[in-house]
Nanobody, 115 residues
Framework: QVQLVESGGGLVQAGGSLRLSCAAS????????IGWYRQAPGKQRDWVAG???????NYADSVKGRFTISIDNAKNTVYLQMNSLKPEDTAVYYC?????????WGKGTLVTVSS
């Protein structure tokens, strides 16, 4: 089993920055992909950014140039650096890991961007 725990969310003014962390533990094994999704109130969960063994880093158009995904393999932790935040970035952010045919999710961390 794999556990993912997100942290780093909070309240920030528009234009500000936050860094989210996702710590992975358990029987992680070989990671095929790891990334971040978000879900705004009343909306579906959307993909934000991802790291894959084959394609490297990828971003949704809405965050490209503002968000950066990175990984510390020694700590089994993936980060999402979010700069130039906008009110429309307000959402619960979820970490996702795909490994050996299994999809794992964290419980999410809330990011609120005030105008």
């Amino acid at each position: 089993q794999v556990q993912l725990v997100e942290s780093g969310g909070g309240l920030v003014q528009a234009g500000g920055s936050l860094r989210l962390s996702c710590a992975a533990s358990g029987n992680i094994g070989s990671i095929n992909a790891i990334g971040w999704y978000r879900q705004a109130p009343g909306k579906q969960r959307d993909w934000v950014a991802g790291l894959t063994s084959g394609s490297g880093r990828n971003y949704a158009d809405s965050v490209k140039g503002r968000f950066t995904i990175s990984i510390d393999n020694a700590k089994n932790t993936v980060y999402l650096q979010m700069n130039s935040l906008k009110p429309e970035d307000t959402a619960v952010y979820y970490c996702n890991l795909y490994s050996r045919g299994n999809n794992y999710w964290g419980k999410g961390t809330l990011v609120t961007v005030s105008s």
